[in-house]
């Protein structure tokens, strides 16, 4: 009698046989708090001081200044 063997691409065939692709299944959705958290933490980053205020031209300074001394809020330098 001639000795079978496993291997790991024989297990993969049976697999993909036994449990063929459903054309409706869909992707799990998102877990929304997850994705709120996301879009905070994206929003949390502070803009660059070069081109925070870069359309204001000498009008900025004030505000150039403000964020200077705000290390919680505004532009980072």
Do not use: H, S
Not at 40 to 60: E, H, M, P, S, V
Request: proline share 8%; charged share 30%; glycine share 6%.
């Amino acid at each position: 009698m001639g000795e079978t063997r496993v291997t790991l691409e024989g297990l993969r065939q049976q697999v993909r046989q036994l449990a063929p692709e459903d054309p409706a299944a869909k992707p799990l959705p998102e877990n929304p708090e997850k994705a709120r958290l996301a879009r905070n933490i994206d929003r949390a980053q502070r803009a660059d001081c070069k081109n925070a205020y870069a359309g204001l031209g000498l009008l900025a300074a004030p505000l150039l200044l403000k964020d200077a001394f705000d290390k919680d809020n505004g532009c980072k330098w």
